[in-house]
């Protein structure tokens, strides 16, 4: 929530924009030219009118608790990690880790990432999560490997499977 000169009470921005779009937009918004320099985009021409041109996606890295960079556009949200090392902020190879459909599924419940009736829209996102990885990481083009494939199917579930449950369709372990 954004209030003051430049910005109109109670709008709401639909567009996808990131932590560094913040400084930007508040420099935009009060007139002061944004250095080109500067990581990021305003996002002020978006606020003036909602059909200006803007991304159809945004980056994100997780560094906190494990190497990983993900995509998340208006509709999905892909994801890659790697082993962890507090040391390295980035990695040479990452492994899919999960795909959520966030029209069908907003709470990210159903991870779709290895199902083979998804693997191209998996493949689309992994080439846009290589491009921003590309342009935000000074050139790097680290590789990703595709999840291990698995195929839609129902399950019946008893009480006893409940009992020392686990993802038995994910195994977690070191890349291959």
Request: net charge negative; aromatic share 10%.
């Amino acid at each position: 929530m954004i209030t003051g000169p430049g910005f109109v009470a109670g709008g709401q921005v639909r567009a996808l924009f990131s932590t560094v779009d913040v400084a930007p937009t508040l420099l935009d918004a009060v007139g002061i030219p944004v250095p080109a320099e500067m990581a990021g985009s305003s996002i002020m021409p978006v606020i003036r009118d909602h059909r200006a041109p803007w991304r159809r996606d945004v980056f994100f890295q997780i560094s906190e608790t494990e190497t990983g960079r993900a995509l998340r556009t208006h509709r999905w949200k892909y994801g890659v990690t790697s082993q962890y090392n507090e040391d390295l902020p980035s990695s040479n190879i990452y492994r899919e880790s999960y795909l959520y459909d966030l029209d069908n599924d907003p709470y990210e419940m159903v991870n779709l990432i290895g199902l083979t009736s998804f693997r191209e829209v998996a493949d689309d996102l992994k080439a846009r999560l290589l491009d921003w990885i590309d342009r935000i990481e000074d050139g790097q083009k680290p590789e990703i490997c595709d999840a291990k494939p698995r195929y839609p199917r129902q399950y019946r579930l008893r009480a006893s499977d409940l009992i020392d449950a686990r993802d038995r369709e994910r195994p977690i372990g070191d890349i291959e």
